[in-house]
C-alpha cells in the first residue's frame, strides 16, 4: 500500500501503520510529493491522501490537474481520501467571526477576511504577524462539498463519506476506469 498526498506539512499515521513501512518486506511506502505538476506514472499506487482542507489552496485549473493525475497514478479500484471544508460555509464563517487568532505562541499570528473574489471563485484573508506588523494576504479557493464531488465524479465513484463537523468532510473515492 502507498500513500500519497500533496497536503502541506507532514502526514500523521494514527491507523496501526506507524513504523510499519520501516519493516522489511512490509509492501507499505510512504510517499509525500507533488501531483499537481509532477505524474507519478500509471496504476502505481493503492491509495491517495489529501488532508486539511488543502483543495481549498487550489485554483480550479490545478485541482482538474489534481484529479486527473490521482486518477493516473491510482490502480484500478485504488481509493482517493478526500479531507476538506464545505468552502461556503468555510467562507461564511470568515466573513461573519472577524478576526481570528491562528497561532498565539511563540509568535501570535492573526487572519481576518479581506475580500471576496466572485470572478476567482476564491476569498482573500490577511494573516499578520503581530509583533512584526508583517502581513500576508492568502487566497482561498471556494469548493463547496456538492461541487467538489461533482467534480470527481467523472473518474471517481463516492464510496463513503463521513461529516467531521457541520463544514468539514471526510470522503472516500475510488478510481473508476474510463472505457
Not at 509525500?32 to 491517495?48: I, K, N, S, T
Not at 489529501?50 to 483543495?55: K, T
Not at 509583533?131 to 463513503?160: I, K, M, Q, S
Request: aromatic residues 10%; glycine residues 10%.
Amino acid at each position: 500500500m502507498v500513500i500519497l498526498s500533496r497536503g502541506h506539512g507532514r502526514i500523521r499515521c494514527r491507523c496501526g501503520l506507524r513504523g510499519v513501512h520501516d519493516r522489511p518486506g512490509s509492501g507499505v511506502e510512504f510517499v509525500l510529493d507533488e501531483v499537481v505538476q509532477r505524474r507519478h506514472g500509471d496504476g502505481v499506487f493503492d491509495l491517495a491522501v489529501l488532508l486539511g482542507n488543502s483543495v481549498s489552496d487550489l485554483s480550479p485549473s490545478d485541482l482538474r490537474r489534481l484529479i486527473e493525475g490521482v486518477h493516473l497514478a491510482l490502480k484500478p479500484g485504488g481509493l482517493f481520501v478526500l479531507q476538506y471544508f464545505d468552502g461556503i460555509l468555510y467562507l461564511d464563517r470568515a466573513r461573519s467571526e472577524g478576526d481570528g487568532l491562528e497561532q498565539e505562541e511563540p509568535i501570535r499570528i492573526t487572519s481576518a477576511f479581506k475580500e471576496y473574489r466572485p470572478d476567482e471563485g476564491a476569498w482573500v484573508a490577511e494573516y499578520k504577524n503581530e509583533a512584526t506588523g508583517e502581513a500576508y494576504d492568502y487566497l482561498t479557493y471556494v469548493y463547496p462539498a456538492g461541487l467538489l464531488r461533482g467534480l470527481l465524479e467523472p473518474l471517481f465513484v463516492l464510496e463513503t463519506t463521513m461529516s467531521l463537523t457541520e463544514a468539514s468532510f471526510f470522503d472516500v473515492f475510488a478510481r473508476v476506469d474510463r472505457s
